[in-house]
Every structure is written in structure tokens, then in C-alpha cells.
């Protein structure tokens, strides 16, 4: 699974890139520009193994992120009773 991309208003109001320990520790680079892995497995707990060993700087969790489309998906299938 992929991380889902964001859109750059969100990046730059929720996301906060730069601004150090308030910065989203989810906000990721994807091949389609900045990405939101807090729904991915793989790549959130290794972010958040290393917001406690305060190895990485960014120690956000700014929103509830963004869904990958897969999940979306799924949660619009099961919401319709499908």
C-alpha cells in the first residue's frame, strides 16, 4: 500500500514541513510529492519508534490523517452496506 498524496494547502497548514518538532511526524516524500503515511503500518510505527528515541525531529501528529485509497474504499463499501 501506498501512501496517499496531500494536497499542498494541507501540507502547509496541517502538515507544518520545517518547523521542526512541530511538524507532522506522518508527512512522507511518495514519486507524487509529499504523502501521509499515518495509515500504513510499516511506515508509521517505524515514525513513531523514533518520536521515542527522539531520533527524528519532526514530532507531529497534526491531524487524523489521510486514508490511503484502498481503505477509503473499503470503508465506502462497508458505510453502504455492501
Same mark, same amino acid.
Given at each position: ?12 497548514? #496541517? ?30 510505527? #517505524? ?8 531520533? #527524528? ?12 485509497? &484502498?481503505?477509503? &474504499? ?9
Amino acid at each position: 500500500m501506498k501512501p496517499p498524496t496531500i494536497e499542498r494547502d494541507h501540507v502547509d497548514s #496541517i502538515c507544518k514541513p520545517g518547523l521542526g518538532e512541530f511538524t507532522c511526524r506522518y508527512l512522507v516524500m511518495a514519486a507524487g510529492g509529499m504523502a501521509c503515511a499515518k495509515h500504513i503500518p510499516a511506515f508509521s510505527e #517505524i515514525l513513531d519508534r523514533r518520536v521515542a528515541e527522539y531520533s #527524528i525531529k519532526a514530532r507531529g501528529d497534526n491531524c487524523r490523517g489521510i486514508l490511503p485509497a &484502498e481503505i477509503a &474504499e473499503a470503508l465506502r463499501v462497508s458505510d453502504n452496506g455492501s
